[in-house]
């Protein structure tokens, strides 16, 4: 399964720890994440973080570019709702692609959990059958 992550600066860290917690889950997948974050994810788990451009500088289009081709299986994206910065990536239109191409998001640390321990239990094993009717 390909795994999207994307933090929003003020979340960098939570993420790290999120991805330090489900490493395991983490290393039977591969892991998509805008440059930053995926850098920092690399760093505190030793994972492969297969990185865009910082989120930034064009990284966050890359990242919704891979969503509308239904690559993406999961995203889990941690925002801070009360401190937008321009220059973080946009939530709506990642949370907007992610919904018109029927892919599961996590926006915060309760979700993203029941999201990756049901990644770890086989849950979203529906989106291999999906991809594969989709190339017939």
């Known amino acids: 399964m390909n795994v999207g992550i994307i933090a929003h600066n003020s979340k960098k860290t939570l993420i790290e720890d999120f991805c330090i917690a489900y490493k395991g889950i983490l ?6 994440a805008t440059g930053t974050t995926g850098r920092r994810i690399e760093e505190v788990t030793s994972l492969h973080v297969h990185k865009f451009l910082p ?14 081709r239904g690559a993406m299986d999961m995203v889990i994206f941690f925002y801070n709702p009360s401190m937008i910065d321009p220059k973080d990536p946009d939530v709506g239109t990642i949370v ?41």
């Open 55 to 68: 989120g930034s500088i064009g990284g966050d289009k890359q990242f919704t570019e891979m969503i509308e």
């Open 27 to 32: 290393s039977k997948h591969d892991i998509y």
């Open 96 to 136: 907007t692609a992610c919904d018109q191409n029927t892919i599961p998001i996590a926006t915060n640390i309760a979700t993203a959990e029941l999201l990756i321990l049901g990644l770890g239990r086989g849950d979203l094993d529906w989106r291999d059958s999906m991809k594969s009717s989709d190339e017939l």
